[in-house]
């Protein structure tokens, strides 16, 4: 191994302690209440979303406007474009996360396995 080549590797396993330092100094793995936090963010976040949409989807019923309180404006649906642009965006993120946690799961499961083979031994 040259030089260059060994301090590259040496350099990148540093770094890799420090990741998992600062994630194991950052609590770790998640718990179960964790869990049921961000289960319970998520709906309040969806029940929020949900009452938008209805609202929205009940007045774009209206043939006209005729039967509406106020004249719908330019700034209501660059309100609603936001929204739109929003949860598009979260919902990439959530998947984008999702998909790192689901990737991590055979990682951790040998992991798991290396710890038990090595306490049992």
Partial sequence: ????????????????GEQIQRAVDRGGLPVEVEVD?????????????EDVVSRVAGVSKSFDG???PAA?????IGVLAVIVETVDRRC??????????????????SIRHEQRARSAA
């Avoid at 936090?37 to 979303?49: E, K, M, N, P």
């Avoid at 959530?94 to 990682?107: C, K, T, Y």
């Fill in 92 to 109: 990439d993120d959530f998947r984008r996360m999702s998909a790192e946690l689901a990737a991590a799961v055979a990682p951790l499961d």
């Fill in 37 to 49: 936090g961000i289960d319970a963010a998520l709906q309040q976040v969806f029940d929020v979303l």
């Fill in 66 to 68: 005729s039967d509406l």
């Fill in 1 to 16: 191994m040259s030089g260059t080549i060994k301090e590259q590797f040496e350099q990148r396993e540093r770094e890799m």
């Fill in 72 to 76: 719908v404006t330019l700034e209501d």
